[in-house]
């Protein structure tokens, strides 16, 4: 009989340890209480636009698909010294970072009249779009940056040479380069 005393002691024991335990557990539970926190993200977009107009701009990404520039009359039947102008405006959207802004340069020439050198670029930042012979004489220089939905009106100006021979043709293309920093 001792043994099965000791034996209701031990399932006692063991029954209150269960029952301990499932009461610990339970208050365990009521105490602990998770937390989170998320976040949704998404990359923003950097467009780099021009326009012609000053008020409609365009992506115009390779020189396939360039923007056609309205030079004066008579930037189709150059004399020697002649000087025709037009305005092109840069503008970035969407972006909250100011962008670097490459050199005006003309990239890509082709024609006689380009390659024999019978014409000179010039390039001026003007306050408004527009742009004529006074746009130089007040121009400033081209900036190095440009900020976020804030055009850079340009004036581009080119130049007949002295040396220019009657009936050459060619084509100027002009890049500009942005770039986004913070």
Excluded at 126 to 140: H, L, R, V, Y
């Amino acid at each position: 009989m001792a043994k099965a005393a000791d034996r209701r002691k031990v399932l006692a024991v063991l029954a209150g340890g269960l029952v301990l335990g499932v009461g610990a557990a339970v208050t365990l539970a009521a105490w602990n209480d998770p937390e989170f926190a998320g976040g949704d993200f998404a990359a923003g977009e950097f467009v780099f636009q021009g326009s012609t107009d000053g008020t409609t701009y365009e992506e115009h990404p390779s020189s396939d698909g360039a923007a056609e520039l309205a030079f004066e009359v008579g930037a189709d039947n150059l004399a020697p010294g002649d000087v025709v102008y037009a305005g092109y405006a840069l503008s970035t959207e969407g972006s909250s970072y100011n962008a670097t802004l490459e050199a005006v340069a003309p990239v890509d020439a082709t024609g006689t009249l380009v390659a024999d050198g019978d014409l000179t670029f010039a390039a001026v930042a003007t306050d408004t779009f527009g742009c004529d012979e006074a746009s130089f004489t007040g121009g400033a220089t081209v900036p190095t940056t440009i900020a976020p939905d804030t055009p850079v009106n340009l004036c581009l100006q080119v130049t007949a040479t002295d040396s220019l021979t009657q009936g050459e043709t060619g084509t100027v293309m002009w890049q500009w380069n942005a770039e986004s920093v913070e």
